[in-house]
């Protein structure tokens, strides 16, 4: 069948907007209260969860503080306000592993009803005293093992993007989408200055047509998200602002075709032009990002998304809405390249 990518392409975007929609993210600790707790002396946290089941457990809670992988602090009772809601009472040792005055702890709550979830440097303890070479052993008591699991199919549940972790199967496809259509756009562009083939030219205009698109699509998505875990729509993040500038570099390429009447000299001009571009692309948006602090992950030592940050549940929808955008994208770029084709038979019929 002729046109079975383009079947495919619809089915890949309607699956990853269905799927991507309608599985839940795991259960999750959203927050804890207070931020602070005294060395030596006993206190309370309040935590709060995201999708969780506290009040259905067949089996009791376990809720530890931990320094690190051989360092846990167990908590020493632990009462069930509601489905969401904890409170779990710390004996916090008078010392603390390392040499540093104030050391952060991440929370690990673990429940038959949810499995185990953590909230990264939820706690923050400062320890004053000077004999550091001393060091509690209830620190080793009660480790964190024999971890529940649910089996049930979830997304990652992260407590900074909540919700929004969904936005990856948007905001990440169109770029990946975009390099595939604009690196093929350059290289129509190069076969169209070897053979002056107008239909080159054309192809080669479609192809950058969507993948400025894209691009846009891309940085929208993009500054929504940041509004919601940076705080602000547009933070100029060395990423954000290298991207703006690749796509500012494209639209001028538009600027630059409208700019000739003389329609072989608007071709070769303009796909030399859509050469150089995309050659910007790998220092604007992979090269020069990496070289400063950046609040993107995979740029300024900010690691990507890997682990438990994208599982294989996020990847069975990632995967599939890179080549639906991809094939989508081709789609619209041929139906371009013939309106194109069209324009150039009425011109010369007139």
């Given at each position: 069948?002729?046109?079975w990518?383009?079947?495919l392409?619809?089915?890949?975007?309607?699956?990853?907007?269905?799927?991507?929609?309608?599985?839940?993210?795991k259960?999750?600790v959203?927050s804890a209260s207070?931020?602070?707790?005294?060395?030596?002396?006993?206190?309370e946290?309040t935590?709060y969860?995201y999708?969780?089941n506290?009040?259905k457990?067949?089996?009791?809670i376990r809720?530890?503080?931990t320094?690190?992988?051989?360092?846990?602090?167990?908590?020493?009772?632990?009462?069930v306000?509601?489905d969401n809601?904890l409170?779990?009472?710390?004996?916090?040792p008078?010392?603390?592993?390392?040499n540093?005055?104030?050391?952060?702890?991440?929370?690990?709550?673990?429940?038959?009803a949810?499995?185990?979830?953590?909230?990264?440097d939820?706690?923050?303890v400062?320890?004053?005293?000077?004999?550091?070479?001393?060091v509690?052993?209830v620190?080793?008591?009660?480790p964190?093992?024999?971890?529940?699991?649910?089996?049930?199919?979830?997304f990652?549940?992260?407590?900074?993007?909540g919700e929004?972790?969904?936005?990856?199967?948007y905001?990440?496809?169109?770029?990946?989408?975009?390099?595939l259509i604009?690196?093929?756009?350059?290289?129509?562009?190069?076969?169209?200055?070897?053979?002056?083939?107008?239909?080159?030219?054309?192809?080669?205009?479609?192809?950058?047509?969507?993948?400025?698109?894209?691009g846009i699509?891309?940085?929208?998505?993009?500054?929504?998200?940041?509004?919601?875990?940076?705080g602000?729509?547009?933070?100029f993040?060395?990423?954000?602002?290298?991207?703006a500038?690749a796509?500012?570099?494209?639209?001028?390429?538009?600027?630059?075709?409208?700019?000739?009447d003389?329609?072989?000299?608007?071709a070769?001009?303009?796909?030399?032009?859509?050469i150089?571009?995309?050659?910007t692309?790998?220092?604007l948006l992979?090269?020069?990002?990496?070289?400063?602090d950046?609040?993107?992950?995979?740029?300024?030592?900010?690691?990507?998304?890997?682990?438990?940050?994208l599982?294989?549940?996020?990847?069975?929808v990632?995967?599939?809405?890179?080549?639906?955008?991809?094939?989508?994208?081709?789609?619209?770029?041929?139906?371009?390249?013939?309106?194109?084709?069209?324009?150039?038979?009425?011109?010369?019929e007139?």
């Amino acid at each position: 069948m002729k046109n079975w990518w383009k079947i495919l392409g619809v089915i890949l975007l309607l699956y990853s907007f269905t799927v991507g929609m309608l599985i839940p993210l795991k259960p999750g600790v959203y927050s804890a209260s207070p931020f602070t707790l005294e060395a030596g002396k006993k206190g309370e946290v309040t935590i709060y969860g995201y999708n969780t089941n506290y009040t259905k457990v067949k089996t009791p809670i376990r809720v530890w503080l931990t320094q690190d992988d051989a360092n846990a602090l167990a908590a020493e009772s632990i009462k069930v306000v509601s489905d969401n809601q904890l409170i779990a009472t710390f004996s916090m040792p008078t010392y603390y592993p390392g040499n540093s005055e104030a050391t952060s702890l991440s929370l690990w709550v673990d429940s038959d009803a949810d499995g185990a979830a953590t909230l990264p440097d939820a706690i923050s303890v400062t320890d004053n005293h000077p004999a550091k070479d001393v060091v509690d052993n209830v620190w080793t008591q009660q480790p964190v093992d024999n971890l529940s699991y649910t089996g049930k199919m979830t997304f990652p549940y992260r407590a900074m993007l909540g919700e929004t972790v969904r936005n990856t199967y948007y905001h990440v496809p169109f770029w990946f989408a975009m390099m595939l259509i604009l690196l093929s756009s350059m290289i129509f562009s190069w076969r169209y200055l070897q053979t002056l083939d107008i239909r080159h030219d054309h192809t080669a205009v479609a192809l950058t047509q969507v993948g400025v698109l894209y691009g846009i699509l891309g940085l929208i998505t993009g500054s929504i998200w940041a509004r919601y875990t940076w705080g602000d729509w547009w933070n100029f993040d060395i990423k954000q602002n290298m991207s703006a500038i690749a796509m500012l570099i494209y639209l001028a390429f538009f600027v630059l075709r409208s700019s000739f009447d003389d329609e072989e000299k608007k071709a070769r001009i303009s796909n030399v032009y859509n050469i150089f571009a995309f050659s910007t692309l790998i220092p604007l948006l992979f090269v020069i990002p990496r070289l400063y602090d950046s609040l993107h992950p995979g740029n300024g030592g900010n690691p990507g998304f890997g682990g438990d940050d994208l599982d294989s549940t996020m990847r069975m929808v990632l995967y599939p809405a890179v080549f639906g955008w991809l094939f989508l994208g081709l789609w619209m770029a041929q139906l371009l390249k013939r309106m194109a084709a069209l324009r150039d038979k009425l011109y010369f019929e007139e």
